[in-house]
């Protein structure tokens, strides 16, 4: 099993990014899918889940509304759209196999910041 996770970086508060996550190994479109996030100094904290499908998906508290989850089965790739980005979302995000990010890539850094 193998997930690599892409498109962290800077941005400032009110910004945007889209995380993405390359899988292989499995079959993708037979598991349901996690992004989990790390802040410095924290545990790891569930953002986001969504079906094997595509057509369910879930989000924390603390994102829904800003975050939007999504997969492409036919590429083996998951994704995070995250706006109106706060520096609390600052963290290292991982795509995972299991809620509790158990099985999870190395993961992508997001620093929002001004």
């Known amino acids: 099993v193998q997930l690599v996770e892409s498109g962290g970086g800077l941005v400032q508060p009110g910004g945007s990014l889209r995380l993405s996550c390359a899988a292989s190994g499995f079959t993708f479109n037979s598991y349901w899918m996690y992004w989990v996030r790390q802040a410095p100094g924290k545990g790891l904290e569930w953002v986001s889940t969504i079906n094997a499908g595509g057509g369910i998906t879930y989000y924390a508290g603390s994102v829904k509304g800003r975050f939007t989850i999504s997969r492409d089965n036919a590429k083996n790739t998951l994704y995070l759209q995250m706006n109106s980005l706060i520096p609390d979302d600052t963290a290292l995000y991982y795509c995972?196999?299991?809620?509790?990010?158990?099985?999870r890539g190395k993961g992508t850094l997001v620093t929002v910041s001004s």
């Open positions: 995972a196999r299991d809620k509790l990010g158990a099985l």
